[in-house]
């Protein structure tokens, strides 16, 4: 018979979750909740402060400028195309390191993984940009090829995005496959399934909710990000530093700008959780 | 009787279907399969029979080819395969935790076979349902592997590794995970199957029973090699080894003096326990003796009544220990109690030799 909780243990679970709850509450959602109502206010042209009316103007700008909607569309490609390079990267890359290097690599592979995780992402960035730069190592590596580097722009920051967040979808692949029984690709080889087939019907629908649950830090971290495109972003322009750059001039403006990446954000996971993606994180 | 109709039905069989050739496997400095030499016949059930890590299941992934020999050649149909990869061996496997594709249907796992190689999908989907009907899985095409019960998922697993016929059916273990009276179904099932679609069944377990009710022939693995070959009776009637005697089968081993002894020649003997009769201590010996029988008389030690059967463990006067079983059938001896003098009695024929 399963105990019935006593006065005493609920007296002291509530104790336990109050604080953390009371925090995601009033830090996190009422946070998110100003931001958004901020949106619905205007600002003084003049002084820029904030003039607390209730108006959808900022909205209607926002889905009216075509600068608007070409920046949201390009941040938007960005981040896709960062997590399509980050997911066609990682998926050899674990294969490597949960299946084919033994167990002496395994660790010296996984440490160099998430060595990168813990160095500033400032120091990254900046790293970045010198290789990207006028005599930068990208440039030297490529001239013997009769080719130039990217240079600052639209490239190099999904080049150094996909280089940014590429641990966070190594890792959920990695642990997928090295769930992944060897028995399994054993009976498809059993079964008379070349590499190539046993790859495409048993090892991707296996580690495909791993990429998915991959592609949500991958999408959503570059939708956010503002500092690697002030780095080595040239003149491209993209959400995050658009709304950096209204914050101080057009509060109003800046929250209802930062609403688009939160409801791109909100329908990719809609769409990731009913491929049941979520279920692995 | 049975034997010699073993005999004829193995003797009948002609052509190979497995043939190991001096094979050794090395793990490290760690030797699996020493030099096996194993001919197994077209359409029949063969067994390997041993206790873990005895090599046995490594024998088997030989022959699938999911290991390399460090030395020796495999033969499937007369054919050298030992460099051949497992997916260009007409031979599959049932897993011993069955290894069915969690994504894809009870149907989709079955045809694997069958769309790896590229069969149009309505004779797929035929030959997928017409498998599961061999296994008498009928209706369950749709369901997903989670929402089958072991014995169901046992019987996929059969359907996806028969339904394009292979020449070889390997299963390692493939009963272990049922319970006792799944895996005795099991059991009849599964020779069922093996008669009725004539295919070369190669078959991996520790079970003796299993080996002994299957098996057209049994092969005893131990430490890499084998220890006997031959049909089920020869291997529990005749051991070729103690070992042997020991593992198939419960045995009374006698060695050296306790030989001289219990069974009046010096040697090794083994005596299986259910030769032995419960005699009337009161019956005078020497009446038995006449037709080839010995006789002697212990005190019971212990008696321990396992359903069928009851097991004696009887004393004898120089403090050798002989059991004994005895179905459980009327008129045991009235001394047949803990504590009480008992006379045994069998057969000279049943006292076997065994190389020590």
Request: glycine content about 8%; overall charge neutral.
């Amino acid at each position: 018979m399963p105990a019935a909780p006593t006065p005493g243990s609920r007296l002291r679970l509530t104790a336990l979750l109050a604080p953390p709850l009371l925090w995601l509450t009033l830090a996190y959602l009422g946070s998110l909740a100003i931001l958004l109502l901020s949106a619905f206010w205007a600002t003084d042209s003049f002084t820029s402060d904030v003039v607390h009316t209730w108006n959808t103007d900022n909205f209607h700008e926002l889905l009216t400028t075509p600068v608007y909607r070409t920046i949201a569309l390009r941040t938007l490609s960005i981040a896709v195309a960062v997590t399509v390079i980050d997911a066609l990267l990682a998926l050899p890359m674990a294969f490597v390191m949960a299946r084919i290097a033994g167990r002496r690599w395994r660790r010296p592979l996984l440490v160099a993984v998430l060595t990168p995780l813990w160095a500033g992402y400032l120091v990254k960035a900046y790293a970045w940009r010198v290789m990207l730069g006028e005599d930068g190592v990208v440039g030297a590596a490529l001239a013997p090829f009769g080719l130039h580097g990217p240079g600052y722009g639209t490239t190099a920051v999904i080049v150094v995005l996909a280089y940014l967040w590429l641990p966070y979808m190594i890792l959920p692949v990695y642990a997928a496959l090295e769930r992944l029984p060897e028995r399994m690709l054993e009976a498809s080889a059993d079964l008379g399934a070349g590499a190539w087939r046993t790859l495409r019907s048993v090892v991707l629908p296996a580690v495909r909710p791993a990429v998915l649950a991959g592609s949500v830090f991958t999408f959503s971290l570059s939708l956010g990000d503002y500092l690697t495109v002030q780095i080595v972003g040239g003149k491209t322009q993209l959400l995050g530093n658009v709304i950096a750059a209204q914050v101080t001039l057009d509060l109003p403006m800046a929250a209802a700008l930062s609403a688009v990446p939160v409801v791109l954000i909100v329908c990719y996971l809609a769409a990731v959780r009913r491929a049941g993606a979520l279920d692995s994180l | 009787m049975a034997e010699t109709e073993t005999r004829t039905r193995t003797g009948t069989t002609t052509r190979t279907a497995v043939r190991l050739e001096a094979v050794t496997k090395d793990f490290g400095a760690v030797r699996a399969v020493d030099a096996v030499d194993l001919t197994v016949h077209e359409g029949e059930f063969f067994t390997l029979l041993g206790p873990s890590g005895s090599g046995k299941t490594t024998l088997l992934r030989l022959v699938a080819g999911f290991e390399q020999p460090t030395a020796g050649r495999i033969e499937l149909a007369g054919q050298d395969v030992t460099a051949t990869p497992p997916n260009r061996r007409d031979v599959h496997t049932v897993f011993q935790d069955y290894a069915l594709f969690p994504h894809m249907s009870v149907e989709q796992n079955v045809a694997y076979a069958l769309t790896v190689r590229g069969v149009r999908k309505a004779e797929r989907l035929a030959r997928a349902r017409e498998a599961l009907t061999t296994v008498r899985l009928d209706g369950f095409a749709s369901r997903g592997p989670a929402e089958l019960s072991g014995g169901q998922r046992q019987r996929v697993a059969l359907a996806r590794a028969l339904v394009d016929r292979p020449a070889v059916l390997l299963l390692d273990e493939p009963l272990g995970a049922l319970d006792l009276a799944l895996r005795q179904e099991m059991q009849t099932e599964l020779k069922e199957l093996q008669r009725t679609t004539g295919i070369t069944f190669l078959l991996v377990t520790h079970d003796q029973d299993e080996a002994l009710t299957m098996s057209d022939r049994i092969a005893v693995v131990r430490d890499g090699r084998i220890e006997q070959t031959g049909p089920p009776v020869e291997v529990y009637e005749r051991p070729a080894t103690a070992f042997v005697a020991g593992f198939v089968g419960t045995t009374n081993l006698l060695r050296g003096e306790a030989a001289v002894r219990v069974v009046g020649r010096p040697g090794t003997y083994s005596i299986r326990p259910e030769r032995i009769l419960l005699t009337d201590p009161a019956e005078p010996p020497a009446a038995a003796s006449a037709d080839g029988r010995r006789t002697v008389t212990g005190r019971i030690t212990d008696i321990v009544h396992a359903g069928a059967h009851t097991r004696f463990t009887i004393a004898l006067p120089h403090g050798d220990r002989l059991t004994v079983h005895r179905q459980n059938l009327t008129g045991l001896p009235q001394s047949a109690r803990p504590d009480g003098e008992i006379g045994l009695s069998w057969d000279e024929r049943d006292a076997f030799p065994v190389p020590s």
